[in-house]
């Protein structure tokens, strides 16, 4: 029997009411998420790519309840969280955390590193004064920094430093589940692998299970157990990562691979550049909504929707929302 996974999303939405006139009215819908599903295993991370704008953001804080979702069902460890009230939530917060984008904006500067960690463990009423001191302490000494700098200011470190204060006060819960939201873009890269591999390092200490969110598709790969390729406010592709990169089949994800810088300079790869600009998420285009930059575009893709359909194994599915293949047997259309 296959074991559930720690956290299932489906058909989850997000619309952002667009208001209008000298009444401010309601005259549109953004659309920014719009009908995702995706599951993530204990233990594993699920990586989430796509071009700036594509939605992944508010996905990853409409999974957390952070935006509340318009449509769709949000289930961790069995328990369908966008069902629950207010209360009943600040429990389950607990068991699902978040690190900012950036370390910069995400830490109070009126707080020291000892306030800003020990918040959780307040709110939550874990543990006495000593308890609570002792384990923010601990934390640091997790994501490796000293137990000197507790009482300094956000400022005084570098990026680095911050983001890693941002991880030990995402792990002050002990969640099961972390949203990492392109948690290494605005750091130097040698300062991004040293992160990553904390975060794989934690990952493997605690069974955690991640999205991490990104539009570094060297970064997904490296981390990323399935990545799952974002446009347009939809996932595209979701396939293991050794599929993904191996193997992309949706013409969005062969775009963004061919991408990829070659770290050999007598290997050239073949770029495929897409024409135009992404459509706007308040009048997305009708059918498939690539289908004004796709190479490969069909009539039947300007009026309606593909399906969704598993161009792999019923152990190891590939899914790719594109009408180049067939639904019934998961070849391409073309080749039929």
């Known amino acids: ?133 002792a384990e923010v302490q601990r934390l640091l000494e997790v994501v490796g920094l000293r137990r000197q700098v507790l009482d300094r200011y956000p400022h005084e470190f570098s990026g680095g430093q911050r983001q890693r204060v941002g991880i030990a006060r995402a792990l002050a819960l002990k969640p099961d589940f972390i949203v990492a939201d392109e948690p290494v873009s605005a750091l130097d890269v040698s300062v991004q692998s040293q992160v990553l591999n904390l975060l794989a390092e934690l990952q493997r200490d605690h069974g955690i299970a991640f999205l991490f969110i990104s539009h570094d598709l060297a970064v997904v790969q490296h981390i990323s157990d399935h990545v799952g390729v974002m446009y347009l406010g939809r996932i595209v592709e979701t396939a293991t990562a050794g599929d993904i990169y191996g193997e992309p089949r949706h013409p969005y994800t062969q775009a963004l691979m061919s991408a990829i810088p070659v770290p050999d300079p007598k290997t050239r790869r073949e770029r495929i550049v897409l024409p135009g600009d992404v459509p706007s998420p308040i009048a997305p285009p009708p059918g498939c909504p690539f289908h004004p930059r796709c190479p490969q575009a069909m009539d039947i893709c300007r009026v309606q929707l593909p399906p969704t359909v598993n161009v792999g194994t019923a152990d190891s599915p590939h899914e790719v929302t594109c009408h180049l293949y067939d639904e019934a047997d998961g070849v391409r259309a073309d080749d039929s």
């Open 1 to 133: 029997m296959t074991e559930r996974p720690l956290l299932e999303v489906r058909d989850l939405s997000k619309y952002f009411p667009v208001r209008g006139g000298m009444l401010r009215r309601v005259v549109a819908q953004l659309k920014a998420v719009d009908g995702v599903s995706f599951d993530v295993p204990a233990g594993k991370t699920f990586g989430l790519v796509g071009e700036s704008g594509c939605g992944k953001s508010t996905l990853g804080r409409a999974v957390l309840r952070l935006h509340e979702p318009t449509a769709g069902q949000v289930r961790l460890a069995g328990t369908d969280i966008t069902a629950l009230g207010r209360q009943e939530l600040v429990a389950w917060r607990r068991r699902m955390q978040i690190i900012f984008q950036d370390p910069y904006a995400s830490l109070s500067p009126r707080r020291t590193v000892r306030q800003t960690i020990r918040e959780a463990l307040d709110t939550h009423a874990i543990g006495d004064n000593d308890g609570r001191n």
